[in-house]
């Protein structure tokens, strides 16, 4: 049996070879687009959370097929849902590996289905930058799969690229936001012949020590931090204390740049009041009409 396998490899890459076939790009698909809490929320009662409308936390995937293997950027409260998906959308590729932003409860807690209790994995690759990397160290529960190796955890150093592949790359930057625990980054991931942008966090955009229209220049798809659709979307909060750059501003920001690099710009990390979520809302529209968009689960992006 194994000898027929293997020939009936070597046919397949002899035909490749005389046809002039390409192995298949590596890609990246979108698993959730919401705001840490998911929508609906617990515990909200308003009709953003009771129409039936569910989105998964923001999470991206990358697909190597060439490799069989794909990894995941940021374990999410939806990891079960997301992994199934996967699954489904590369059933001849496995996990090989998470790379995590922050410590954020929408972006790292989804790593306790890796533990015995769950899906008890041995030695899954967990990139994250140094405190990262620490507080899971140090803090229970993520500690014991630390110690009992369902997870690997490997370094991550802003600017520095982890090549997946020969012709796969994924770079962390940091990026300001509130880091109660851990460092925050935003990753590029670079292919063949793409590059996508994966920035689900930040604060104001003026309080980077980057332009951001530097960053996301030349890149396939841009998936930028959409929390907030303006100020007045929680009355009685005070929105210091969760900077997000409102997706106004970034429309107001964006609108010099030529409609060519606008039309990459996806917002993604939807809290569950925004209405840029929506199809066919006014604030939808806005989006649309600056020529930007609402990224939406199960989307690829060729690299």
């Known amino acids: 049996m194994k000898i027929a396998v293997v020939a009936l490899l070597g046919f397949a890459l002899v035909a490749a070879q005389r046809t002039g076939a390409t192995a298949p790009r590596p890609y990246t698909v979108v698993l959730g687009i919401a705001q840490d809490g998911g929508i609906p929320q617990a515990g909200c009662r308003k009709s953003c959370c009771t129409s039936g409308r569910h989105e998964r936390v923001a999470s991206l995937g990358v697909v190597d097929p060439g490799s069989h293997r794909w990894w995941l950027i940021d374990a999410t409260p939806d990891f079960p849902s997301q992994l199934a998906a996967m699954t489904a ?3 001849a590729c496995s996990l090989a590996g998470i790379f995590l932003t922050h410590a ?3 972006h790292y807690t989804g790593l306790m289905h890796l533990g015995r209790e769950a899906m008890g994995t041995h030695g899954m690759p967990v990139w994250a930058m140094p405190r990262m990397r620490a507080f899971l160290e140090t ?13 690997a ?3 991550l150093a802003a600017d520095s690229t982890i090549a997946l592949g020969e012709s796969l790359r994924v770079t962390p930057f940091r990026v300001p936001h509130r880091d ?4 925050t980054v935003g ?11 994966f920035l689900p966090d930040i604060d104001k955009w003026e309080r980077w020590d980057r332009r951001i229209e530097d960053v996301i220049a030349g890149t396939s798809v841009a998936y930028l931090d959409g ?3 303006d100020a007045a979307e929680l009355p009685g909060r005070d929105m210091r204390e969760i900077p997000h750059p409102f997706m106004v501003e970034s429309l107001s920001r964006f609108a010099t740049l030529p409609a060519a690099e606008r039309k990459h710009i996806q917002f993604i990390h939807l809290n569950h009041t925004n209405r840029a979520g929506i199809a066919g809302t006014a604030e939808r529209k806005r989006v649309e009409a600056a020529g930007c968009g609402v990224a939406a689960a199960g989307e690829r992006t060729a690299l």
């Open 187 to 197: 990753f590029r991931i670079d292919g063949p012949r793409g590059a996508v942008i």
């Open 89 to 91: 959308e590369a059933p």
């Open 104 to 106: 954020h409860i929408g």
């Open 153 to 155: 955890l490997r370094p």
């Open 227 to 229: 929390t907030f659709f």
């Open 180 to 183: 109660e625990y851990s460092e």
């Open 139 to 151: 803090n229970g529960p993520w500690a014991q799969l630390v110690t009992l190796g369902n997870i």
